[in-house]
C-alpha cells in the first residue's frame, strides 16, 4: 500500500499565482487533514475533512481552499499565492483509531 | 484557543543518554495523547500514544509519562541512539464525533540530536 501520496514534491511560485497541493490515500479513511509546518512553530491545522463531500476550517483557514469529491482525494488550492503561504504542507488521514497517516510533504516557496 | 506546549525547542544528549521532552495543554476535554517522530524531509510518524486513564505506557525504548493533575505529560527515550536524532512532536486531541474527526493539536516539535 502506498499510504498517503502528496504531489508535488517541491515547488516555487510566484506571488499571485495559484497552484493545487495533490493528496491521495488508498487507506479508505474517512478523515482528512491538510497542516502547513513552519519551522518553531510546529503543524497548524488548514483544512480536514471527514467524508466525501464534506469540509471545514481548521486553525489558519485563509488563502486555501479544499474539496473532496472522493474517500480517496483531497486536494488544497491555493488561489493567490503569498510569501506568508511558505512552507511545506503535509497531508493526513485517519480512521477511528485515531492515529494519523502523513504523507511526505509539499515544500512550497512563495518569491 | 486549544493550544499544546511543548520543550525544550531542541535538545542535544550523548548516545546512552536519556532525553525527556514535556508538553502541556490546557483543554481538559482532550483524550488522546500521541507523540510522532519525524526525520528530515519525511512526514510525522506515530511513535506512541497514551489516554488519560493510564499514568504511563512504555513501548521498546520510548515510555510516556501523563500527570492528569497537572495537565502535563512527557516523552522519555531510553538508552538513545544517533538513529533517535528527529524532530518530536506532542499532540493532543479531543473524543472524537463523527462530525470533526479527532484534530489534533500540536507542540510546537522538540529537534533531538543524539551524538555518538
Known amino acids: 500500500n502506498a499510504g498517503v501520496t502528496q504531489t508535488p514534491k517541491f515547488r516555487i511560485l510566484k506571488i499571485g499565482q495559484s497552484m493545487t497541493l495533490q493528496c491521495t490515500q488508498d487507506?479508505?479513511?474517512?478523515?482528512m487533514y491538510w497542516y502547513r509546518q513552519d519551522p518553531g512553530m510546529g503543524l497548524k491545522l488548514i483544512y480536514y475533512s471527514v467524508g466525501a463531500g464534506i469540509t471545514d476550517k481548521g486553525e489558519v483557514p485563509n488563502g486555501y481552499n479544499v474539496s473532496r469529491s472522493t474517500t480517496e482525494d483531497f486536494p488544497l488550492r491555493l488561489e493567490l499565492a503569498a510569501p506568508s503561504q511558505t512552507s511545506v504542507y503535509f497531508c493526513?488521514?485517519?480512521?477511528?483509531?485515531?492515529?494519523?497517516?502523513f504523507g511526505s510533504g509539499t515544500r512550497l516557496t512563495v518569491v | 484557543q486549544q493550544q499544546v506546549k511543548q520543550s525544550p525547542q531542541s535538545l542535544i544528549v550523548q548516545k546512552g543518554g536519556i532525553p525527556i521532552i514535556n508538553c502541556a495543554y490546557e483543554n481538559t476535554a482532550f483524550d488522546y495523547f500521541p507523540w510522532y517522530q519525524q526525520f528530515p524531509g519525511k512526514g510525522p510518524a506515530l511513535l506512541i500514544a497514551i489516554r488519560p486513564d493510564v499514568s504511563e505506557k512504555k513501548e521498546g525504548r520510548f515510555t510516556i509519562s501523563f500527570n492528569k493533575s497537572a495537565k502535563q505529560f512527557s516523552l522519555h527515550i531510553m538508552d538513545s541512539q544517533p538513529g533517535d536524532s528527529a524532530t518530536y512532536f506532542c499532540?493532543?486531541?479531543?473524543?472524537?464525533?463523527?462530525?470533526?474527526?479527532?484534530?489534533?493539536?500540536f507542540g510546537e516539535g522538540t529537534q533531538l540530536t543524539v551524538n555518538p
Open positions: 487507506m479508505n479513511h474517512n478523515y
Open positions: 493526513a488521514s485517519s480512521n477511528s483509531n485515531y492515529g494519523y497517516t
Open positions: 499532540a493532543a486531541s479531543e473524543r472524537r464525533r463523527e462530525s470533526s474527526g479527532s484534530r489534533l493539536t
